[in-house]
């Protein structure tokens, strides 16, 4: 499979290294090892969705009870996800770490992956929603460490996004 094990493993890491112990996922190409590693590791909890609003609901209730989460999804999870980014995360000051696959940007060679792609920017932008595009391999643990303290702080959703130069390998 070429998605990068290497640069999955820098990502968990710097989950982990956050204090997340809560994972909710809907399973995806790209957070596939992710997936694996959290349900192999002891101190995580993995939560698979039937669909990606409900992560939006337990990341909400773990918080409420003093646990750290995030939220793994495609970008294509992101718009099914509104619902419940606005009317809970938003509206009650949830602190959601949403971390989104950015499929159907630039190199996607999959079609049906493309308009999403299109949105996914524009939409963050008119939700409020802080973002950043994660590329570099270095930068991970770091820009994981400022979203979660942005996320924390403001008591808002975050999300980081994750390119096909991070997370594939060519």
Do not use: C
């Not at 959290?38 to 409420?64: C, F, Q, Y």
């Not at 942005?150 to 130069?165: F, G, H, K, Q, Y």
């Amino acid at each position: 499979m070429p998605v990068s094990v290497k640069n999955s493993e820098i990502l968990f890491a710097a989950l982990k290294s956050v204090g997340i112990s809560l994972i909710s996922a809907l399973p995806e190409t790209w957070l596939v090892h992710l997936m694996q590693m959290a349900d192999d590791d002891p101190e995580m909890t993995l939560i698979r969705l039937n669909k990606e609003e409900e992560g939006v609901g337990i990341s909400a209730g773990a918080h409420l009870a003093g646990r750290k989460s995030a939220m793994l999804m495609q970008n294509h999870g992101l718009l099914t996800s509104v619902n419940g980014i606005v009317s809970v995360a938003q509206l009650y000051r949830i602190p959601l770490l949403m971390v989104i696959s950015y499929r159907g940007e630039m190199g996607e060679k999959d079609p049906w992956q493309t308009e999403g792609g299109l949105v996914t920017e524009p939409l963050l932008q008119s939700l409020g929603i802080v973002y950043r595009k994660l590329s570099d391999p270095a930068t991970v643990a770091h820009e994981v460490r400022q979203a979660q303290t942005l996320a924390e702080s403001s008591l808002r959703p975050v999300a980081l996004l994750l390119t096909r130069d991070l997370m594939w390998e060519e």
